[in-house]
């Protein structure tokens, strides 16, 4: 039973274009969901979160959507650039119990954006 | 500069064997994490350890062991229990619950 999950293995857009990532939970005790940047033989690295109590969180180029009532977030990347090819994965954590300190992982989407 | 460091890079296991994956930090984080990654597919928790001398099983912890005797340092074991052990083998670490992790650049493992 995947609680997280992350439809799309593949993405492709044009350099400069919108690029939009979506990740869906099932599990309602999770209150703090993060996006992770991965490139070939290195560790993900850290992008941007968001708590259950927002519904957007802005970085730069980098835009975290959560809709609760949908169990569904999504990572917005304006404009896209050649560099932001890599694996993006979904994340999602809880304070209380049964959850707390673990992180669950969607499998990726792979971002590739072409010049 | 801070940071986790995993060594080695490559390792490769006789079937039978034991063998210890060392995973090292600098960032004076309480919270450290073992991750087992299969290709095509997400990261899947094996053991997390919330403070030195204390540690808790992930989902799927059959045939791994940790210790953490050293705040800095949170070592995993594939015991030869473990009987499907290839895969890329990632450490992290966060300061407190619900934090970022920061990662190490992971250990590949193979069977000979």
């Known amino acids: 039973d995947q609680q997280v999950k992350q439809n799309s293995p593949s993405l492709s857009v044009q350099e400069g274009r919108i690029s939009i990532l979506n990740c869906d939970y099932t599990n309602s005790m999770f209150d703090y969901f993060l996006w992770y940047k991965k490139y070939p033989a290195e560790g993900p690295t850290f992008l941007i979160s968001?708590?259950?109590?927002?519904d957007k969180n802005e970085d730069g180029r980098f835009t975290v959507f959560l809709n609760k009532s949908a169990k569904h977030l999504s990572l917005h990347i304006v404009p896209s650039q050649p560099g932001d090819s890599a694996v993006y994965f979904c994340?999602?954590?809880?304070?209380?119990?049964?959850?707390?300190?673990?992180?669950?992982f969607g499998d990726g989407t792979t971002l590739t954006v072409k010049p | 500069d801070g940071g986790i460091t995993q060594s080695p890079k490559y390792l490769f296991r006789k079937e039978g064997q034991n063998v210890t994956l060392s995973c090292e930090q600098n960032l004076n984080h309480d919270a450290m994490y073992w991750y087992r990654q299969d290709p095509g597919q997400g990261l899947r928790l094996i053991y997390y350890s919330q403070i030195v001398n204390d540690f808790q099983k992930g989902d799927i912890a059959e045939g791994y062991s940790v210790s953490r005797e050293k705040k800095e340092s949170f070592p995993l074991t594939v015991t030869s229990a473990q009987k499907n052990p290839t895969a890329f083998y990632l450490c992290?670490?966060?300061?407190?619950?619900?934090?970022?992790?920061?990662f190490g650049d992971g250990t590949r493992l193979s069977i000979l």
């Open positions: 994340a999602a954590t809880g304070t209380v119990r049964t959850n707390a300190g673990k992180s669950t």
């Open positions: 992290a670490s966060s300061p407190g619950f619900n934090q970022p992790q920061h």
């Open positions: 968001i708590s259950s109590i927002k």
